[in-house]
């Protein structure tokens, strides 16, 4: 069944305010299937979603996976013979210390209190609670999930979720309530290791095991241009001190960061680390499909003696779409209130100022 995914199946994505979807590609803002454990269970959402799969139908809701197979990337999509609930992805919370031009408010309270200011997001975010307080069956459904139910992996993401008292909560629950027979899995930026003068490690090492998927999207000026908060030399020394914990590297790819992916590459080389390279879709603007000719040309000679690169950019970034006039308005506009120059960092950029006034 060439359609067919199991995730629906099989795992669970737990939103920060306790809407709940299979998959984390799969936002409740736009396929509402459930506010709490017991009420997406329940659903017809839910119901309706697994008919069409197993009806080999392409439903709405994975809109996201059928447009990255169109350009040959990796997806979300598995198909796996298993029952019961196999993997939880949970976002604790919005907390989040960087200001990513990619992001928004729902992900980062810091962009959160920028957009109070300049309202290019308009007025309908605000800081979340923690994912725990919406939902007081969250934590007792999970530990009852890894004794009972065949859990075996659970992914945190955030915000960031290493800086909130969320992830300490969480960690503790599962330790006092000997739930600790489980992979868990971190997406963050490794800007801290500690919260709170709360050491990670020592917590981390009661668990069967700990994947962090390192996020880094480029290198140098140009990711801490584009990611606000962002410190190269934080970030390696980090990556250094949690180098045994580290699965591998997330990158996605705009139109900051396609300019120095070949330092992801040799950072993977060097540590034996996988990159997961994921495409910017949104916003549009920072889809790096819509660079001119002349500068995808530039990009295909950067990548010429990396394989993974080129892969990259004959099944991604070499598609055509026009530029569009945002991609220099909007970090024109961000520059204003972080003190930052677009044009300094991305000169080639200038250019675009011309076809989009």
């Not at 809407?19 to 409740?28: D, G, K």
């Not at 009806?55 to 979300?76: F, G």
């Not at 975010?125 to 969250?138: A, G, H, M, N, T």
């Amino acid at each position: 069944m060439d359609n067919f995914c199991s995730r629906p199946f099989n795992e669970l994505h737990i939103e920060e305010n306790g809407n709940i979807t299979p998959c984390c590609v799969m936002p409740s803002n736009r396929f509402f299937m459930g506010n709490g454990i017991k009420n997406y269970f329940s659903g017809q959402p839910l119901q309706n979603l697994q008919k069409a799969l197993k009806q080999n139908d392409r439903p709405a809701e994975c809109e996201y996976c059928w447009n990255a197979e169109a350009v040959n990337l990796k997806t979300h999509r598995i198909n796996e013979n298993q029952k019961g609930i196999r993997q939880i992805h949970i976002r604790l919370n919005n907390v989040c210390n960087f200001k990513c031009r990619m992001c928004n408010p729902k992900f980062s309270s810091t962009w959160e209190i920028e957009n109070r200011k300049h309202k290019f997001f308009g007025d309908s975010f605000s800081i979340q609670k923690d994912v725990f307080d919406y939902d007081p069956r969250l934590l007792p459904f999970i530990v009852k999930a890894i004794r009972k139910m065949n859990l075996k992996f659970i992914n945190i993401s955030g915000g960031e979720p290493l800086i909130t008292d969320a992830n300490y909560k969480f960690l503790m629950y599962l330790i006092d309530h000997n739930a600790t027979d489980v992979t868990i899995a971190y997406s963050t930026n490794l800007s801290k290791l500690h919260y709170k003068n709360k050491a990670l490690f020592p917590l981390w090492n009661k668990f069967k095991r700990i994947n962090l998927e390192a996020s880094c999207d480029g290198w140098g000026k140009a990711v801490e241009y584009s990611r606000t908060g962002f410190n190269m030399k934080m970030f390696l020394s980090n990556f250094m001190k949690a180098l045994k914990y580290i699965h591998r590297i997330n990158c996605v790819v705009n139109i900051y960061s396609v300019w120095t992916l070949p330092y992801i590459e040799k950072l993977s080389k060097k540590f034996n680390k996988k990159v997961i390279y994921a495409p910017c879709f949104l916003p549009e603007f920072l889809n790096p499909q819509r660079l001119l000719p002349e500068d995808k040309k530039k990009l295909l000679e950067i990548y010429k003696d990396y394989p993974n690169l080129v892969k990259v950019f004959n099944d991604y970034i070499s598609k055509d779409l026009p530029p569009m006039k945002e991609m220099v308005s909007y970090n024109l506009m961000l520059d204003k209130y972080r003190e930052t120059d677009f044009f300094s960092v991305f000169p080639q950029y200038r250019k675009y100022n011309d076809i989009s006034s």
